[in-house]
């Protein structure tokens, strides 16, 4: 990972997103990779909530905070009920109302280094622990981002976090519920305009058919997942690869546009339709390219 993000830094690329597998942990990662790397920006797309109580995931991400010397930036979300439940046999119960109650906990962590939450799916309270045993929060703060595509989940990281992490969600998709959802959201509780950092599958390739068959099969269990397939709908495709942007740099320089004129803040370049190490590099190059002239990141 390390070595791949020396690649991307070199290549011009902004920000680096992590995901997180059943494996390894991102966040240690992105501390790591951030520290070895002293320019990029790293985070995670994303860390999910259920198994990690937030004052575990504030301890991580402040440590990474402080590896990184301020370019950490953390991204949570639901994850997906399936895993939750049949993984780690934790009942994947009221994920709204959960997502609260792990936002406030969460926000206070990271910037007070205390929290004094008790809500119906979460206790966080640190109350009544000394203050000598608390270190307080970390400065800069770490950027809270939320993976969030239903228009729910959007209200809560407009009101709690600040942004959001889309994947697989197309312009359509962003231009008629995400931005207009997050944006309003942001308003109403008098927070800072929201960064909006879609994900996108996008490989520049001299092979669109090749690119597209690995896109095809790197994303095919999307569809059976109820979030993403409520996006394909309204993007009206039935298959998630059919979002991936391929072809030469000119092509995925325009799909790239698109998002970012839909109201994406930022686009995150997603590696599922990179088939050789030439096309992961000569998309790099290009969102380099596109970084040194507008909002766009890639990883």
Known sequence: MTERAREAEAAGVDDIWLNQGLDIDSVTVAALVARAVPRIIVGTAVVPM???HPVVLASQAKAAQLAAGGRFALGIGLGHRGQ??????????????HLRDYLRALRSLLDTGTAAVRGATLVADLSGVPAALLRGGVTPRVPLLVAAMGPQALRAAGELADGTLPYLAGPRSLDSLIVPAITAAAEAAGRPAPRIAAGVPA???SDPQRAREHAFQALGGYARNVSYAAVLEREGISHA????LVGDEETVAAGIRRYLDAGATDVRVSPAAFATDEERLRTWRLVGELAGSSAVAGG
């Open 50 to 52: 259920y198994p990690r």
């Open 84 to 97: 939750v439940e049949d993984v780690f046999g934790v009942p994947f119960d009221r994920p709204i109302g």
């Open 203 to 205: 490989s520049v390739t």
């Open 241 to 244: 690869a059919d979002l991936a």
